[in-house]
């Protein structure tokens, strides 16, 4: 049983999703927003005991400058498009389409896919 629902029976297959887990509600008030500041932030991206991924803090560290540093570079760097206009990606990875841009000085760029 997982949240009152019946594990199906011998035979049946069930599947555990990280990514699921890290959307619940009961855990993560508006779970589907991008919030850095997050506090709380219990998450299972990592995975979680045991198996918990071993190269967490290097990816830590990628992500904080992935968010950064385009930031302090490029601090005029805003969206060509209202935020209601960005479409997502409907294949196995999970992300945005590529996204037009306009900076101050370098004027219209448009995002890679
Ligand atoms: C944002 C980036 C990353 C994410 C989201 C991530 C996620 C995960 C997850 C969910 C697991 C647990 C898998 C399981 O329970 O079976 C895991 C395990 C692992 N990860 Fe990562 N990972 C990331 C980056 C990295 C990097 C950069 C390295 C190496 C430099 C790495 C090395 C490992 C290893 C070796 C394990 C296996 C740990 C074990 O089974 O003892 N990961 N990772």
């Known amino acids: 049983m997982v949240k009152a629902q019946p594990i199906p029976p011998d035979g049946h297959a069930a599947a555990v999703s990280l990514a699921e887990g890290n959307r619940d509600e009961n ?26 991924c071993l190269g967490a803090p290097p990816a830590r560290v990628e992500v904080r400058l992935g968010f950064t540093a ?12 209202p935020p209601g206009e ?10 945005l389409q590529p996204v037009a841009c306009h900076h101050a000085e370098r004027g219209l760029t448009t995002g890679a896919s």
Not at 28 to 52: C, K, V
Not at 70 to 81: E, G, I, N, Q, Y
Not at 86 to 95: E, N, P, S
């Open 70 to 81: 385009p930031m302090t570079r490029f601090p005029d760097l805003r969206l060509a498009v």
């Open 27 to 52: 855990r993560f008030p508006d779970a589907y927003r991008l919030l850095l500041d997050r506090r709380p932030n219990l998450h299972i991206g990592f995975g979680y005991g045991m198996r918990y």
């Open 86 to 95: 960005l479409t997502w990606r409907h294949d196995f990875r999970r992300g």
